[in-house]
Structures are given as C-alpha cells and as structure tokens.
C-alpha cells in the first residue's frame, strides 16, 4: 500500500487534494457552525449518493451495461422502506434507539435481499441479452425504469407516501455551535461502513480481484480461464442492492415516497459516475462527497446557481481531466 | 495426427465481420518444442493466436489439442485446459499490483512458492516491484510481467505474441534468456515474434504466414542459414538483424 502511495505521480495527488481543499476553502467564507452544518449535511448527503451509485459504477466499469433502469432499484428500497415502516409502526414511534434502529436494520435487509433479487430476475431476463450492445441496452432499461414505475403504482397506488423518520433519528445534535440532523449522522456511518466493506470486497478477496482486473480488462480475465458471465451476474445482483439500500435512506431522508424518486436521481448518479471515472469504487465515493458538499456549500452561497452547480463542476472536473478523478486502467 | 503434435489447426478460416483474415490455416506445433509464427504485418498471425484462443471465433476448420476439438469452446474452458495467452498488448492489469497480477493466474490456493522462486529468479526485476501497480511498471517490466503470469502455474502450451515489439535491445536479451530457461523445461511454446534475431535465438520449429495462410514450415536454423529463403517469405535478410 505504501509503495502504491509513494510510486503517484505528483498529478496524481491532485484529486485526492480535491476534498479537503474544498472543505477548508469554504471555511473563510461563512461563520464556523454554518460551514460545520452544511459540511456535514454535504457529507451525509454524499454517502447517501455513493449508496445510489456504487453498484452501478461497478455495472458500468465491469460490464459496460448502460442501465437507466438502476433507479427502478432506488424505487423499490424506497418503497419497502414504507412498507417495513408501516408494518413496524410501532418500533419505528417508540423513543427507543435500540427499536427504531431495529426497524431500520429491517428495512435495510429487506430492500437489499429484494431489490438484489429484483436484480437478478432483470440480468437473467433482459440485460443478458443486451450485453455489448449500448442502444438497446439504453432503449430496454428506459423501458424497464417505465415498468417498474407502474409495478410500483400497482402495488403501492399512485399517491406519494409518507416515510417519517424514526422518532430517535428526528431533531438535531449541537456541536460546536452549529445544529446536525442526527440522521445525516447516521447517514454518514452507514455509507463509512458500505464503503469499508466494499473496500475490503474489492482488495481482499479473490472475487475481488477479479472484478478489479474485469473493468480494466474482460477480454483478458477471460484468458486467464475465468467465466465472467458468473461475476457479471453477482455484480449487478450487488449493485441493484446497494441501489436498494441507497433508496431507503434517500426516502428517509426526503420523508416522502414517490414512484419517481429512484428515476429523479438517475441523471445525478451519472454525474457522479463521470466525475469519479467510470468503475472506480473510490472514484464514486469521493465525487459523491464532492456533489454533496458542492451542492450545501452552492445552495447556501449563491442559491441561484445550485441547480446547475454538480453539472458546472463535472464539466470543470472533465475539463481537468478528461477520463474523471481516478480513471480504472490509466496507469 | 501423431502424438508429437500438441496443437493442430487444420484448413482454419476466420472472419471478422465482412472481412476475411484467415484463409485456411494448417499447423503443427509439437509437444516440448518451441514454434515460431513468423509473417509480415498483416498476415494473420495475431489472428491465429486470437482463433486459437476463441477470442475470435473460427468459421471454419478444426482446431485441435491434444487430439480433443477446441474450436467450439469458450475462451475461459480452452484457458482451463492448460493454455496460457500473452497478448501482444501484453494484457496487464494497471490497476493490480505485480503480486496481484500474478495471483490471478494461480489456483484457489495460491502461489506455489517453489514455482514463485523460480518466476522471480526469471525476472528479479519484478521482485523489486511486487507490490507496486502494474501501471507504473516500464514496458520491459510489462512484458516480463505478462510473461510471468502465464507460466505462474504449469501450462501445457504457452502462447505468445511479439513479446520484444517496442522494447530496448538489453531488455529483448533478457527475454530470449527467459525463453531458453523455458525451453529448458520443455514447455510447449508458439510464438509470434517480428524481430529475426530473437526468432532464430529460441525457434525449434518455424511456420511462416502470408494474407491469412501458412505458406512454409520447417526447421527453424534451417530458415536462418537460407538467406535467400528469409527474403523471399519475410523480405529482410539476416545480415540486418544481426
């Protein structure tokens, strides 16, 4: 690891400067608890993104399946969310910690075993036969993403749904002067922990490995006797449950349910895939905090540019460098 | 067929969407021997080796090893039966370490750490270099990299293709050192080479292509001795690869 380190490049220290750069220039410019607030809520709204967007920067990176219908997945978490909730009212009411982490510890496993399932059933019934071929790839997940939309209307009825935070996650801590939002806490430890583990996944095991070595390079991971087909499944089952778990706590956070809420975030994982480089896991974590913070530190700063502030930096970041922060295969 | 012979594509034919490359390839490559491929750019040979491997799908003909029909298997099941592929590219992953690189190749278990030795006493330059991304490696290393990947573990037949293309003079001795210690163990060899010295330093055997086709093989000191020969298949002459 640290021969890895010490054998960068300069230039390539660069992006990892990018965050803390970020955060400590924006210091100067607001009073200390209104930079602590909103850092933390880009941060927390940062690793709910990398939930949304890991599994697909592995799909895109490992597969070069172009799926518009990873918000299907987003979707139906959301959902189940409402679903566990409700059937766990009580749980989720209670001023208990201890129960309505319980209930969320619930719904967590139940979007990630569904929506992973839900995955499975689409690579097996569509992806597989689209594979290497962009536009109808582009063409049946959009159709996909419509389906699913009206499988969720069907089952869940077409009205938005209310998703209340439970009753320990509401309110706010103060730290240092400055107020945040206990959920955004627990936001940011769940994504720590998902990040760790998909770091451990991907540098040390085998499976890993080979799925490392498969986005840099298919043709030869074949060569060396290795199916891929089988690892292409178990990548996309992974990244449509993470997508499950990614909608759970984007519904939490929203605290409303819509059939739309996957889809909506549909263009802004993109972003975040570009920025990161496509299939970089660390790539995808670090340009979700990036639009996190960018999209807080904007809105708070000159709100008439936050709409178009994630897509203003991923064109600066391109500008910079062309293949995004931590291109897979560049060295 | 007799039982010498390891590898056998008869009357091979490759498409590549409307474009016809291979216009039936016979060849032979003998158990324990190193065969050189030898043909000017645009011949085949790439596309052979590729054909061999199923990365591109033959048309026609039979591929053969060890008697059993390969042509209609996948790439990862022809892998699986002992054979190892060093692309021209060299097919390294930059993002892996050497040490990772190299533990793609082996086993559920591991490393054999008598093999690992004898791999890193091959090439000690990689030694130096184990933990660092394969990206950040010079092309010679590169090369050694790829090379000692695909003979990690034991292989039947060990394909390789232009392993010296853009590399220093120093660095070609070092692999044709390598490819004699190889031979040394007689491991089946094919392998697809431009530079003429390198060719007539390791070859047993020599087939050479020509618009998609084998159009001579024999011996290969006997093509070295024949300058006439060398000009009228490869147009080079001996005295300027020397």
């Known amino acids: 690891m640290i021969a890895r380190w010490l054998s960068l490049r300069a230039g390539d220290w660069a992006p990892y400067a990018l965050l803390p750069l970020l955060v400590l220039a924006t210091l100067p410019v607001m009073s200390f608890s209104t930079w602590l607030t909103l850092t933390v809520a880009g941060f927390a709204m940062g690793m709910m993104l990398f939930l949304m967007a890991a599994g697909l920067t592995l799909i895109f990176g490992l597969m070069q399946v172009f799926t518009f219908a990873h918000g299907a997945f987003i979707t139906l978490g959301a959902y189940l969310a409402v679903s566990v909730f409700g059937a766990l009212a009580g749980w989720s009411s209670a001023t208990s910690w201890a129960l309505n982490l319980a209930v969320l510890a619930a719904a967590l496993a139940v979007a990630l075993l569904a929506s992973g399932a839900a995955g499975y059933v689409f690579e097996r019934l569509i992806i597989r036969r689209v594979y290497g071929a962009h536009l109808r790839q582009i063409l049946i997940t959009m159709g996909g993403l419509i389906i699913a939309e009206q499988l969720v209307v069907a089952i869940w009825g077409a009205n938005p749904l209310p998703l209340p935070k439970p009753a320990s996650f509401q309110g706010s801590l103060i730290i240092a002067g400055a107020a945040i939002e206990k959920y955004r806490l627990i936001a940011v430890v769940l994504g720590l922990a998902v990040y760790a583990g998909l770091h451990l996944l991907l540098n040390r095991t085998r499976v890993g490995l080979l799925v490392r070595a498969g986005v840099e390079n298919i043709e030869m991971v074949e060569a060396l006797g290795y199916r891929i087909r089988r690892l292409f499944i178990g990548v996309f089952v992974t990244g449509t449950a993470l997508a499950g778990i990614g909608g759970v706590m984007w519904g939490l956070y929203q605290e409303l349910v819509t059939r739309s809420i996957g889809s909506e975030m549909t263009i802004l994982i993109f972003i975040i895939l570009i920025i990161g480089g496509l299939g970089s896991i660390g790539g995808c974590f670090t340009a979700a905090i990036l639009v996190g913070l960018v999209t807080n530190y904007v809105g708070f700063l000159a709100p008439k540019l936050a709409l178009g502030s994630t897509i203003l930096l991923m064109m600066l970041v391109l500008l910079w460098r062309p293949r995004g922060l931590f291109p897979v295969g560049a060295g | ?242």
């Open chain 2, 1 to 242: 067929m007799t039982n010498d012979i390891l590898l056998e594509l008869a009357g091979v034919h490759t498409h590549i969407g409307r474009y016809h490359i291979l216009h039936g390839v016979d060849l032979a490559v003998r158990r324990g021997r190193l065969t050189m491929l030898l043909g000017r750019n645009g011949a085949g040979k790439t596309t052979t080796l590729r054909t061999i491997m199923g990365l591109w799908r033959r048309s026609a003909g039979e591929i053969r090893f060890d008697g059993a029909p390969i042509g209609a298997l996948a790439t990862p099941d022809i892998a699986r039966l002992g054979i190892a592929y060093v692309p021209e590219n060299m097919g390294i992953f930059a993002e892996l370490t050497v040490r990772e690189n190299l533990l793609l190749a082996t086993g559920p278990e591991g490393f054999d750490e008598a093999r690992l030795e004898d791999v890193q006493a091959l090439f000690p330059a990689l030694r130096e270099k184990w933990n660092n991304p394969a990206g950040s490696l010079s092309g010679g290393q590169k090369q050694m990299l790829a090379i000692s990947r695909a003979i990690i573990e034991e292989r039947r037949l060990l394909i390789v293709d232009e392993p010296t293309k853009g590399l220093a003079p120093a660095v070609i001795q070092l692999l044709i050192d390598a490819f004699l210690r190889l031979k040394g163990t007689a491991t089946t060899i094919l392998l697809v080479e431009q530079n003429f010295h390198m060719a007539r330093s390791v070859g047993d055997d020599v087939a050479v292509m020509d618009d998609g086709r084998i159009v001579h093989t024999g011996s290969m000191a006997a093509l070295a001795a024949d300058e006439a020969l060398q000009q009228h298949l490869l147009g080079l002459s001996l005295a300027s690869h020397q």
